[in-house]
C-alpha cells in the first residue's frame, strides 16, 4: 500500500472526499514528524510509538576500497508495534 492507496482507505472508511482524506492523511505525517523533530515521542496505544534514538558515531569499511572510513553520528527515528497491531497482524 502506498500513499495514494491509503488516502484512499482512509476516504473510503470515512465517507470523505480524497481531496480531505488527503489533508487528513497529510496533518498527521506532518504532526509525527514535528513531534519527533523536536525530541518528542508519539504513542498511539494499541498501535505502536513513534520515536527517536541517537547513534553513536562509529568506523566502517568502504566496500569497494576497503578503507577505512568514519560514519558520523546520527539521530534516527524508529517505531515500535504495540501489542493491538501485533495481534492484528498474527
Known sequence: MNKQDLI??????????????????????????GALKKGDEVRLVGFGTFAVSQRKASTGRN????ETMTIKASTQPKFKAGKGLKDAVN
Request: glycine share 10%; no cysteine; aromatic share 4%.
Open 63 to 66: 566496500p569497494r576500497t576497503g
Open 8 to 33: 484512499g482507505a482512509v476516504a473510503d472508511s470515512s465517507g470523505l472526499s480524497k481531496a480531505d482524506a488527503s489533508k487528513a492523511v497529510e496533518a498527521v505525517f506532518d504532526a509525527i514528524t
